[in-house]
């Protein structure tokens, strides 16, 4: 009976029988044995490094460039007594908690990551059977094996009832093979069909499935085309400040009338707090944080949705893929098998119902007759217990049970309708028919009879059919299509995204279900295992082909590689433990809410509800952040090139640097900071195009010369004037700087709404208020220049207002 896709057992029936040996051949380890091996620590627990510790995380983001720069300068105003100019610093502290917050909680989400997922494990002890917790197995311990359990520790049979062994998730290997006496199990492994005692053999960290966890618990963080790009324009910038602070002191201390004057006359403070404000206006220290700030408030959005981030990055994700590989079973389809009819055949054997009603009884049954077992009218009436049994399996593909007496003489099998009645022959009929059923998506089982007994079974032989077998009834089974998949399927043939189907199943089940969720395309059902092992020709397969059934763990991964290798960015969709290292190595994994721990624990966001429907606002959120982030981006950047331009100038020219720090932030606030809080969040359907820093770049470079070119000219205009003191000059840098950038913010907001006009109109509106008002005017250090100056001081803006229009029309040609 194979596990669920969550590695769970199926109920049994209360006061089912294992059919094992006797208690008195195997009654496993004593109480105190147990306590023993506990007290030395041989138990089934797992280590839980990740590669990556909290020191490690905490280091990676304090000891930054980045922050050495910003920080000195913030501690340099705090020690100069100049703490109104030192507002800054929260930036620091805010981006450094932001990057620590989110390596961290990812890290915690690798600790958690486990491949074992049976929740119990059953266990003989003082000869009974009992469950304990997976990690209370100790060595030694006596495993007790039934169908669909996970092997929860390295064991050896010691007894088995024709024990079949799923191993797919350790060695890639599809087909369940047969276990008998001596052979070693390793944990991970899922008991298919029979049943067994085991003898533990490897606990915890000596397990092999522990051993597997390593690859997928190495700490890396969700690719992220935002993150890398400001990161890059962040790494750049922190290495021109070194130079550029050389220079931007230098000038200060000259302008202040050489070193030593400097120095010995006090000047060197006020010379100290204007190159700290020129070098800060350099850092789009805001710039990082409200990228943070977009994420988080998108990733809160998806929560409302039922869709858990693990990682803010995972937010933009979705828009960024062109290829989506979905898992057909509990993505596209409800995730199980139900019974859909049973079709008796004309003249079948009476007491049909009370047959397949055994089989769903039998100790060793799969989940299939589980399902079967549902539906027939009738429940099994515990009689004449059969004469002799075939418990089913992967290798033989039926099972079957002989009867000596009653409506159930003779012997029944239970099995594929190829197998149990071949071809040809009295049943031909029957096996076309079931051919057709199974092309349509559906898997179907035949019940036979024969009067004839079992053929004795023993050995390595595989048992065989009686003769003269003749089919009675035909259980058809099919798995549900979800019901929004198709519209999904669509949603993403509109967007441009290419979807894969991956699954395990039979190639033409799969097929079925592609055609049945109208998958685009020519569709061809590929059997992965026969797919090329050379990585090329296996990456040219997937270059054109979209349903792939047979897929081991190992393929799945091999195929997110491949894809990766052909330059494509890949989703990848999983539930089971099978698909934890696919989706560790997908640029982004999406796991289902009712997955294995092991899947829900790697993939970067999982759908709690299991809803692939959701998806699709996936997308849009993700589209929303990027284009809102790239906005932003224009805003602070645009910034940095202007505070460049006039570090270096003002530097080079020996003046000093026409703004205070606290002149600077309310600037800031005004054409960027409060702006930015709205346009950050605000609604953005534009489809994804790569190039971010590209385009980025193509404006925030002319735009900050424009502004900057503005600033300069009214303050030389203004240096010019005999009669206008350090305030009015640097008052009257503070009017063209502030209504040249807003012009900025103008271009970035359009299309104009409501709100964004509003954020407009409120950003001019506030210049006038602070330079009426006396109280921000003696704070900040302004004093309104004389009407001719102001004259100059709007005559520029207006100026560098018009060039920057004439720039954005430019480039959006």
Not at 329 to 341: C, M, Q
Not at 442 to 449: D, G, K, N, V
Not at 472 to 486: H, K, N, Q, T, Y
Not at 717 to 722: I, K
Request: hydrophobic residues 50%; charged residues 15%; neutral net charge.
């Amino acid at each position: 009976m194979a596990a669920d896709r969550t590695g769970r057992a199926p109920a049994t029936a209360p006061g089912r029988d294992s059919g094992l040996a006797s208690v008195g051949a195997w009654p496993g380890l004593s109480t105190a044995e147990v306590l023993d091996r506990t007290d030395r620590g041989l138990v089934n627990s797992s280590p839980e490094s990740t590669g990556r510790s909290f020191a490690g995380i905490l280091q990676a983001n304090v000891l930054t460039l980045f922050n050495a720069v910003v920080g000195g300068c913030f501690l340099a105003l705090l020690l100069l007594g100049a703490w109104q100019d030192a507002l800054f610093g929260f930036f620091v502290v805010a981006n450094t908690l932001i990057g620590v917050v989110q390596e961290f909680t990812a890290k915690r989400a690798l600790v958690r990551l486990a491949v074992l997922n049976a929740p119990r494990a059953f266990v003989r002890r003082d000869g009974v059977e009992t469950e304990c917790a997976v990690d209370a197995v100790v060595l030694d311990d006596l495993l007790v094996l039934r169908p669909g359990e996970q092997v929860p520790a390295d064991t050896e049979i010691v007894e088995c009832r024709e024990l079949e062994v799923d191993e797919s998730l350790l060695t890639g290997e599809a087909v369940p093979v047969a276990a008998t006496v001596g052979r070693e199990l390793m944990s991970g492994s899922t008991i298919v069909a029979g049943a067994g005692l085991a003898r533990v053999i490897g606990v915890g960290a000596e397990s092999y499935a522990a051993r597997i966890t390593a690859e997928a618990r190495q700490f890396s963080l969700v690719g992220s085309e935002l993150r890398r790009s400001i990161g890059r324009v962040i790494h750049w910038i922190s290495l021109a400040l070194v130079p550029l602070s050389v220079i931007v002191v230098n000038g200060q201390m000259q302008a202040a009338g050489g070193w030593s004057a400097a120095l010995s006359s006090g000047a060197w403070r006020d010379a100290t707090i204007t190159a700290v404000a020129s070098i800060n206006a350099m850092v789009p220290a805001g710039l990082v944080f409200m990228t943070s700030v977009a994420l988080a408030v998108g990733a809160g959005r998806l929560a409302r949705r039922r869709v858990l981030i693990h990682e803010l990055a995972a937010v933009e994700g979705l828009a960024r893929v062109d290829v989506l590989c979905v898992d057909k079973t509990g993505t596209l389809t409800e995730g199980s098998f139900a019974l859909d009819r049973l079709e008796p055949v004309d003249g079948a054997r009476a007491g049909w119902e009370q047959a397949l009603a055994w089989f769903a009884t039998d100790p060793a049954a799969n989940a299939t007759a589980l399902a079967i077992g549902s539906g027939v009218p009738g429940a099994w009436t515990a009689g004449t217990p059969p004469e002799a049994t075939v418990a089913f399996s992967s290798r033989h593909r039926w099972s079957g049970a002989q009867f000596g007496e009653g409506s159930l003489c003779g012997s029944w099998v239970l099995g594929g309708a190829d197998v149990v009645l071949g071809a040809a022959g009295p049943g031909s009929s029957i096996v076309a028919r079931a051919s057709e059923i199974a092309a349509a998506g559906s898997r179907t089982l035949i019940l036979a009879h024969s009067p004839r007994p079992l053929p004795p079974t023993g050995g390595a032989t595989a048992p065989a059919l009686p003769d003269g077998l003749r089919p009675v009834a035909m259980a058809v089974l099919r798995e549900r299509v979800r019901a929004d998949a198709a519209d999904t399927i669509h949603y993403f043939g509109e967007q441009g995204v290419r979807v894969i189907i991956i699954s395990g199943d039979d190639p033409g089940t799969v097929l079925a279900v592609a055609r049945e969720v109208h998958l685009p395309g020519d569709l061809h059902g590929v059997d992965a295992r026969a797919l090329p092992d050379e990585p090329q020709a296996f990456a040219e397969v997937l270059r054109t082909e979209n349903v792939f059934g047979r897929v081991s763990p190992d393929q799945k991964k091999a195929m997110v590689l491949a894809l990766q290798s052909l330059g494509h960015t890949v989703a990848m969709t999983g539930d089971g433990i099978n698909d934890a290292l696919a989706l560790k190595h997908a640029d982004l994994g999406i796991a289902m809410g009712s997955g294995a721990p092991a899947a829900r624990a790697v993939a970067n966001l999982v759908l709690l509800d299991g809803g692939f429907a959701r998806l699709p606002g996936i997308v849009g959120e993700g589209r929303q952040v990027i284009a809102n982030v790239e906005r932003l981006a224009k805003l602070f950047l645009s910034k940095t090139v202007y505070a460049v331009l006039l570090a270096l100038v003002f530097g080079v020219v020996l003046w000093p640097f026409p703004f205070l720090p606290r002149q600077l932030a309310v600037v800031d606030g005004l054409t960027i900071g409060l702006p930015a809080l709205v346009l950050g969040l605000l609604p953005n359907t534009r489809l994804y195009r790569p190039g971010f820093l590209r385009r980025v770049a193509r404006w925030c470079v002319p735009s900050g010369i424009v502004v900057a070119l503005a600033v300069i000219g009214a303050v030389v205009y203004a240096h010019g004037d005999a009669g206008a003191s350090t305030a009015e000059i640097q008052t009257v840098a503070v009017i063209t700087l502030t209504l040249s950038a807003l012009w900025v913010l103008v271009v970035l907001a359009r299309p104009f709404t409501r709100t964004t006009a509003g954020i407009v109109v409120a950003a001019y509106a506030g210049l006038p208020l602070i330079l009426s008002l006396p109280a921000p005017r003696a704070f900040l250090h302004l004093e309104v220049p004389s009407p001719e100056l102001v004259l100059v001081s709007v005559g520029a803006s207006v100026a560098a207002s018009l060039v920057l229009e004439v720039v954005h029309r430019r480039i959006r040609s």
